[in-house]
């Protein structure tokens, strides 16, 4: 029996309401600056294939844009939990990508406690340092951690986007309402959070990985942006 999915209150008629992008907020520095050296992903990537064992797999647990934006190449996926870590809008203040100075973003990225369902994604062994590169020059420059992922064909070790929790753009602890008032105005050169939200929320549902908080949050974003465009949503 197929499983029923839930009708979600944030719609694309709701991010429509909002610019699909604006022009970048704040030019890149002159002096490089804003970037990690190419070393760093060079021996980044190295290090994480390093510590696979040579007859092992390099697997990926994704949690968030990952799911609907696969920057990646994969030959197999799964269902999964992790323990000891739960999807927390901490990466941010973003005042960039999805945010701007005067209305910043929060992202997904995961904290510390609880647990995580997401999907674990087996990579190919051919051009894997390659993939694994160039994934990491598209998201933010904290080496990724390796989690345990259990599955229903079994646990996988995988390595994980994980915000290391101190240092700049980590957000943690934030209410929902201070998170939601934010989501719902944001907008930066890679389009709105309000889309973002949209877009996880939906793919967690279709894929069977229930999150209550984000279910609740993407209610709590369509709930200002009605309130902010009042009359604009059909029905």
């Given at each position: 029996m197929a499983r029923s999915i839930r009708k979600m209150r944030?719609?694309?008629?709701?991010?429509?309401?909002?610019?699909?992008?604006?022009?970048?907020?704040r030019p890149p520095p002159h002096d490089g600056g804003g970037s990690p050296p190419d070393s760093y992903y060079s021996s980044t990537t190295a290090a994480l294939i390093d510590a696979v064992p040579s007859n092992g797999d390099m697997w990926l647990f994704a949690f968030g844009s990952l799911l609907w934006n696969k920057r990646f190449t994969?030959?197999?996926?799964?269902?999964?939990?992790?323990?000891?870590?739960?999807?927390?809008?901490?990466?941010?203040?973003?005042?960039?990508?999805?945010g701007n100075p005067e209305a910043p973003g929060y992202m997904l990225s995961l904290d510390r406690g609880g647990?995580?369902?997401?999907?674990?994604?087996?990579?190919?062994?051919?051009?894997?340092?390659?993939?694994?590169?160039?994934?990491?020059?598209?998201?933010?420059?904290?080496?990724?951690?390796?989690?345990?992922?259990?599955?229903?064909?079994?646990?996988?070790?995988?390595?994980?986007l994980v915000h290391p929790g101190r240092g700049t753009e980590y957000a943690g602890h934030l209410t929902d309402e201070v998170v939601a008032d934010a989501l719902a105005r944001a907008v930066g050169m890679m389009g709105s959070m309000a889309q973002y939200v949209y877009l996880t929320a939906l793919h967690l549902e279709q894929l069977g990985l229930c999150d209550d908080r984000l279910w609740r949050m993407q209610e709590m974003v369509a709930e200002r942006i009605e309130r902010a465009f009042p009359g604009r949503i059909p029905g």
């Open positions: 944030l719609t694309e008629a709701h991010v429509a309401l909002l610019p699909a992008r604006i022009d970048d907020p994969s030959v197999e996926e799964r269902p999964g939990v992790v323990r000891g870590w739960h999807r927390d809008f901490c990466l941010g203040p973003d005042t960039r990508f999805r647990q995580c369902k997401g999907m674990v994604y087996r990579l190919p062994r051919e051009g894997l340092f390659a993939n694994i590169e160039g994934l990491l020059r598209k998201e933010p420059p904290f080496p990724p951690k390796w989690v345990t992922v259990v599955t229903a064909l079994g646990t996988v070790r995988a390595i994980s």
